[in-house]
């Protein structure tokens, strides 16, 4: 509840008092002050109006005068007669007798036909004015500028003798000098002020005046602003045309402030009195209130005072203290009624008083909330209308039996609520006399939710006695399930052992076979055949390795399905993981004849952390499926990075071609298995729709994403972000380039702009200056006067239908450095298409293969430069392989076959074991230098003959033979096996010739 401020009465009727007079002295002192002012005004302006009239009839007086002196001076005929004669002295005495009075007045006398003007004075005067006055008689111009700025004023006769013309008279009237300019200087804020042709200047001292107009006071009186600030009252003089005299208002101000300070004492005293007046009048008004008060506070207090002890002399404050005393009584009276009252309806329980019929005579305020109805609706109410129809009979007993005094006094029965609800109650109830009479005093209790309790444990107890029994069946039921359960589990474990043993055995029994038939087809190549037999062995050959690549992309996939694939995470260089998908895929780009391109960018650095294999498979999944969708055109990949955070760097691969492009619709589902653009594309080009499956499933194992899109010219878009980690180190072969190419200049020409800003831009990345040109004319070959300081030239081996060295001669001559280097291009796979004694021929120092890679280029300038000293032929002995002894046990006679035909040129000599338990016995016999050991043979499997091999060593206390599992199975807990069987190494299948010799030297060197 919001707080009110409360204020004593005294103070209150104080501050009324005083307010109500303090008002009534300012609206007294208002009308005053506003009359007073008013009257000053009026005085003043009054003021005004007289003095202007006074200075403008001076100045009207002072002119008359002067008008009057001078026709008494122009009719005298001592004058008259002395200009007759011609005599100068005379007539100078005269008019010094007139220039004596009025003061400020200055006669003149010009004699006729004579040139000479008279004066009465010595002062300076303006000739021409004068003269002018004296030539034009009668003469009269008033407020005139003077000399000094001054306002003159001058009139001119004629002096006539008889009816004849002898001279004439002037007079010139100074203002300024007739000493009116004193009595103004004496009024405060006074000026007489001139207008003439709509200024206004200063009449005595001729300064011009900004005057402002307000509004106007009376005739000839008008209220203005002199200047910026200066307000006053000006009267327009009717005697004096243009004439005006203006007064400031600061004698205004001054009277009104000398009244304003005559009057704060009286203001002042009535102020005080008004104060003093009311605080009298406050406490006669307050005392007796205070004291009804202070008995009030005392009955609140719990005191039992009397109010009628206390008198008054007022009236009302008598008939106040009458009213609370009788207040007080009934107070008093009320007070054991409200305290039973509160008793009796702060009972948790409905309480209630029955007469004899069940009629409620009383109920506490509990009904409301127990049953619904208000206090009056329940007061209409019998008892046997709360309660059903069927236990009313039996309740009517009851109650009988309490009012006979036989009956209990507790006793349970439903009641209706007013909204119709069958309440459970607990009633108590005992006789008693109440007004007179025999009542029931009854105390009902709701105890519908301890019913609904008890009804509630009994339900649960009796669903707790159908769980047991359900719980028992359940528990023999679920015994039998969890016995199944167990023998599931045991037939899904070894169905999935038996999927990996079969997956490792089709694996193992796919590629050994393949293997036979891809090296047989080798084998065959390398034989005299003819155009019909080579046409059917690169059939074969081509046939089995597209179903090598079909196996390898299954067992991929089925890896990854199974969760089985392990990324490595091992430092790589992305230069030679570049080189060699370029190298794989270019005689497939190149016979199609596609522009290939495999651009690393040049701030991207070489070495990083992270699974080199499955990136290579990325680029090379992503480089084959645009070479073998695009006919014609471009195959462009781009890679670049960026860092992330910590040690992770993003590499992100980029794919574009010029190839028939995706349907939108094929988009959303291009990575899925066995998916392809078209339905067409299989029979066309090839292929399961594996490729970009496992290329999806590869780049999101290393944290990144694919995505693809069709491009505005045609072709389509492949961009894969994969995550992998940083290398601090640089590599040596940075520092290399950059020490070999600081500051050299270097030309590059080809017809491919994307292939020669590509080389240079790698090249300005390593410190070299390059500059590079599409063919010869733009490389300053056919202008005379062009001269280059390049000191290599890296020039493709074709440029256009020529040949790239064909004009290399020319190229020197426009050369200033005469030891020129020169580097080709590639326009094939290969370092070059030129045999090395043409390159000899040239000059050509190096080479750059097809296509063009970051790393080539890199090889190819270090080569370049840092080949100082030529290699020196040496006389020793060429190395020879050493005649070893190996043991091979390989149950398949291809594979044998293929094995002699690889190391039919070397000194090593091969025995061979067809089974697990020939290879050992073979072993016991005699002694090998080295065991090839196939893992999967009848009777006893490689496993089982590599640890009895070894538990023979260690019997007899021999040193470990080197044994090599050969097998086609690809999982990596097959390599661990072989490895925790004994192996030394491991060689998958299909073998290569070059692995399997560097493996027997690796351990038989």
């Not at 300076?124 to 407020?143: D, G, I, K, M, W």
């Not at 009139?155 to 004849?164: D, G, L, M």
């Not at 063009?852 to 190819?860: H, K, W």
């Not at 190996?886 to 000599?909: C, H, Q, W």
Request: proline share 3%; glycine share 6%; net charge negative.
């Amino acid at each position: 509840m919001k707080k009110t401020t409360s204020y004593r009465l005294s103070t209150l009727v104080a501050a009324a008092i005083c307010g109500i007079a303090i008002v009534t002295a300012l609206a007294l002192g208002g009308v005053f002050s506003y009359s007073y002012v008013k009257s000053l005004k009026s005085e003043f302006c009054d003021r005004v109006k007289a003095e202007g009239e006074e200075y403008s009839l001076e100045v009207y007086s002072f002119l008359h005068r002067a008008m009057a002196r001078l026709g008494e001076l122009s009719r005298d005929n001592s004058i008259r007669v002395t200009m007759m004669l011609g005599v100068d002295y005379p007539l100078s005495e005269k008019l010094a007798e007139y220039d004596q009075i009025p003061a400020g007045i200055d006669y003149f006398i010009l004699r006729k036909g004579d040139d000479k003007i008279f004066s009465s004075s010595s002062k300076a005067y303006n000739e021409t004015l004068v003269r002018n006055a004296l030539e034009s008689a009668p003469f009269r111009r008033s407020f005139c500028p003077g000399m000094g700025g001054k306002f003159t004023t001058i009139f001119s006769v004629p002096i006539r003798s008889r009816s004849e013309i002898v001279g004439s008279a002037a007079c010139l009237v100074d203002i300024a000098g007739t000493g009116i300019d004193a009595s103004i200087e004496n009024t405060v804020g006074g000026k007489l002020i001139l207008f003439e042709e709509g200024r206004a200047y200063d009449l005595l001292n001729g300064d011009e005046l900004t005057v402002t107009f307000e509004e106007d006071i009376e005739a000839h009186m008008v209220n203005a602003r002199l200047g910026a600030d200066l307000e006053g009252v000006l009267f327009k003089s009717a005697l004096v045309p243009g004439l005006s005299y203006f007064v400031s208002n600061e004698r205004l101000d001054s009277s009104l402030y000398r009244t304003f300070w005559l009057l704060m004492p009286l203001f002042v005293a009535v102020i005080g009195l008004s104060i003093v007046l009311s605080l009298f009048i406050s406490n006669k008004l307050s005392k007796p209130l205070r004291l009804l008060t202070a008995s009030a506070e005392d009955v609140s207090n719990g005191l039992d005072a009397s109010l009628l002890e206390r008198d008054s002399r007022l009236y009302e404050i008598n008939a106040l203290s009458n009213s609370l005393s009788s207040m007080l009584e009934s107070l008093r009276r009320t007070k054991g009624l409200e305290q039973y009252q509160f008793f009796f309806d702060n009972v948790g329980d409905l309480v209630c008083i029955t007469d004899i019929d069940g009629l409620f005579l009383e109920v506490n305020s509990r009904v409301e909330s127990h049953l619904g109805y208000n206090h009056a609706e329940f007061l209409q109410k019998t008892f046997y209308e709360l309660v059903p129809a069927y236990e009313r009979q039996s309740l009517r007993g009851v109650l009988n039996a309490l009012f006979a005094g036989s009956g209990t006094e507790s006793f349970e029965c439903p009641m209706l609520t007013k909204s119709g609800v069958v309440v459970h109650s607990e009633v108590r109830a005992r006789k008693i006399e109440y007004r007179g009479k025999d009542v029931l005093l009854s105390v009902v209790r709701d105890v519908t939710d301890r019913k609904r309790d008890e009804e509630e444990l009994q339900r649960y107890a009796s669903e707790l006695l159908n769980a047991k029994e359900v719980e028992e069946r359940n528990s023999a039921h679920m015994s039998e399930t969890l016995k199944k359960l167990e023998d599931a589990m045991a037939r899904a474990e070894v169905a999935s052992r038996t999927k990996s043993e079969f997956l490792a055995q089709m694996s193992h029994e796919i590629r050994t076979p393949m293997n036979s038939i891809l090296g047989m087809a080798d084998m065959l190549s390398e034989t005299s055949l003819t155009s019909e037999q080579e046409s059917y062995v690169t059939i074969f050959r081509d046939s089995g390795k597209a179903l090598m690549s079909l196996i390898n992309d299954i067992l991929d996939l089925s890896k990854i399905e199974s969760g089985k694939l392990a990324l490595e995470n091992t430092r790589f260089d992305i230069d030679k993981l570049v080189d060699e998908a370029a190298g794989i895929m270019s005689v497939s780009a190149w016979k199609k004849g596609l522009y290939f391109a495999c651009h690393v960018a040049p701030s991207t650095p070489s070495l990083f952390m992270g699974d080199p294999t499955r990136i290579k498979q990325i680029i090379v999944n992503l480089l084959s499926n645009a070479i073998k969708f695009t006919a014609s055109g471009t195959v462009h990949l781009e890679i670049s990075s960026s860092f992330i955070e910590g040690d992770r760097v993003l590499i992100n691969l980029t794919v574009r071609d010029t190839g028939i492009g995706i349907n939108e619709d094929k988009v959303k589902v291009i990575f899925d298995n066995f998916v392809q653009a078209d339905s067409s594309t299989t029979r066309k080009y090839g292929g399961t729709g594996l490729g970009l499956s496992i290329t999806r499933n590869l780049v999101e194992l290393m944290g990144g994403n694919i995505s693809v899109r069709n491009l505005d010219s045609g072709g389509a878009e492949f961009r894969a972000e994969i995550v992998v980690g940083k290398v601090d180190d640089v590599g040596p072969g940075a520092a290399k380039i950059r020490a070999a190419l600081l500051d050299r200049e270097i030309m590059v020409i080809d017809e491919n702009p994307l292939v020669r800003s590509y080389i240079c831009n790698c090249l300005n990345e390593w410190g070299a200056k390059c500059t590079h040109a599409g063919d010869y004319s733009f490389a300053c070959v056919q202008n005379d006067n062009c001269r280059s300081n390049a000191e290599l030239v890296i020039v493709s081996d074709k440029l256009g239908e020529e040949d790239g060295l064909s004009e290399v001669e020319a190229i020197k001559a426009r050369m200033n450095i005469s030891d020129l280097k020169l580097c080709t291009l590639s326009t094939s796979p290969g370092d070059s298409s030129n045999r090395p004694e043409i390159n000899k021929l040239f000059g050509v120092k190096g080479s750059v293969r097809w296509p063009v890679t970051r790393g080539a280029l890199q090889r190819a300038m270090i080569d370049i430069y840092q080949k100082d000293i030529a290699e020196v032929p040496s006389d020793k002995d060429e190395p020879e392989l050493p005649p070893l002894r190996i043991l091979v046990a390989e149950d398949s006679g291809n594979n044998r076959m293929l094995l002699d035909f690889y190391l039919k040129d070397t000194p090593f000599r091969l025995t061979y074991a067809s089974t697990g338990v020939e290879a050992v016995d073979f072993y016991k016999r005699h002694n090998f230098d080295l065991v090839l050991m196939d893992m999967l043979m009848p009777e006893k499997n490689g496993y089982e003959a590599t640890r009895e091999i070894r538990m023979y060593e260690n019997s007899k206390g021999y040193p470990e033979t080197p044994i090599v599992a050969l097998t086609a199975t690809i999982y990596a807990e097959d390599k661990e096996n072989c490895i925790d069987a004994g192996c030394t190494d491991y060689m998958p299948k299909p073998i290569k010739k070059i692995t399997l010799i560097k493996t027997i030297l690796k351990y038989c060197s």
